[in-house]
């Protein structure tokens, strides 16, 4: 392992372990965990505006459900089953949370008027991958697929996918990842719907990544024997390149599972489903994130923001009146309030690359002052309201706009 393998950051972070009885999985340690929930939020944050309704699917479902989605079929070797002995039957962790989706559309009967229909979900998926495959959070057994569907028809798809282009874009903007490349993979030769279908979702997809002002590249036959997909692939700062977000059509799922729609003509009608990820795992994309910023995380991103080092335990109650400040400010602070000398102490944070420390000795407590050292080095002394804003701002500030 290299020092920029994110398993060696999470070591040294104290982000997460993996231990051999839960292989494939993961333990997530205090730092970690605020990490993950950052990210989560901003994502949950980004699909709302963008028009999510977020739900909450089960884990665990009847395989009859993963038979007739066709998941059984084609993914049944990587789930993990179990038998509900009291009711005889073969129950299924879920590898992915489309199905359900379909579920809660199919709740009650839909009228085109309410046409698209939006979920979101950060659906807890398994999938027994091989043990030799396994590597930190890069490929686990259980991780959380940020998943989102759309029902809708097919004159919503250009610009349902040019809305999710948009927001792929913005969201890789501002996670430190301006430079992406998209792929369309078009259909391959064993697949379901006829030609003409195939030719109007290839088109739809193509100009919508157009519009949205995406050049992309053309994979002849790489597409799902459902539907065709956009797939985006991020450069990390080493060039290497990540698949993460995917949109995808599906004319087969809603037929599978009989969603449907009455139309204006009041007939009833199959709606288009379009799979949707902006990360694809969460976890996996907190590996990429780790290694593409070498364990320095933007401070947006920082799970501790800031470090406040007291200089003496006679600092220690102006140190928490920073703390306080800056928790209501929305940044997240830690105290370091050891016996330790304040050079030892920018040292250790920087040992665990927190990218701000403040200092609170007696001459900015009696100064009212909030002086702030960067990750550089360079230091400002600011009066305690400017200095909270200064800090407020820079903890909020994603990479798109630093
Ligand atoms: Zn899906």
């Not at 996918?161 to 874009?169: A, N």
């Not at 030769?189 to 919508?208: I, K, Q």
């Amino acid at each position: 392992m290299n020092d920029i393998d994110h398993r060696v950051s999470g070591n040294k972070l104290d982000l997460f372990h993996q231990q051999e009885e839960g292989a494939g999985m993961v333990f997530w340690h205090p730092r970690g965990w605020e990490l993950y929930r950052v990210l989560e939020d901003y994502v949950r944050a980004r699909m709302r505006r963008a028009g999510f309704r977020e739900i909450r699917t089960p884990q665990l479902l009847a395989r009859s459900l993963w038979e007739k989605s066709g998941h059984w079929e084609k993914f049944g070797a990587a789930m993990y089953s179990l038998a509900d002995a009291e009711e005889g039957r073969a129950l299924c962790l879920k590898p992915m949370s489309c199905p359900c989706h379909v579920q809660v559309f199919n709740q009650r009967v839909r009228s085109y008027r309410e046409l698209p229909v939006r979920y979101s979900e950060f659906g807890a998926c398994h999938r027994d991958e091989p043990s030799g495959s396994l590597e930190g959070l890069k490929r686990t057994r259980a991780f959380v697929q940020d998943d989102a569907h759309v029902f809708c028809t097919e004159a919503h798809i250009e610009a349902e996918v040019g809305r999710f282009c948009s927001l792929l874009r913005a969201v890789y903007a501002d996670l430190g990842f301006p430079d992406f490349k998209v792929a369309l993979a078009t259909r391959p030769a064993n697949r379901a719907g006829s030609d003409e279908t195939w030719d109007r979702a290839e088109d739809a997809l193509a100009n919508a990544a157009r519009a949205a002002g995406l050049q992309f590249d053309v994979l002849e036959g790489e597409g799902a024997f459902y539907g065709p997909k956009l797939e985006f692939h991020l450069t990390d700062s080493r060039a290497r390149s990540w698949q993460c977000g995917t949109i995808q059509l599906d004319f087969v799922l809603p037929e599978r599972l009989d969603a449907e729609f009455v139309s204006e003509r009041n007939e009833r009608e199959r709606p288009v489903m379009i799979h949707h990820a902006v990360l694809g795992s969460m976890e996996r994309f907190i590996a990429m994130l780790l290694e593409h910023h070498e364990g320095w995380l933007p401070v947006w991103l920082a799970p501790e923001q800031v470090v406040v080092a007291t200089i003496s335990d006679a600092n220690i109650a102006y140190a928490q009146e920073v703390m306080q400040a800056l928790d209501e400010a929305g940044v997240r602070s830690v105290l370091d309030s050891r016996p330790e000398r304040l050079e030892k102490k920018i040292v250790d944070a920087r040992e665990k690359q927190v990218p701000l420390l403040v200092v609170a000795g007696s001459r900015d407590e009696r100064d009212r002052t909030i002086s702030i050292r960067m990750r550089d080095g360079q230091q400002v002394t600011l009066s305690f309201a400017d200095g909270v804003g200064h800090l407020r701002l820079a903890a909020r500030q994603t990479c798109a706009h630093a």
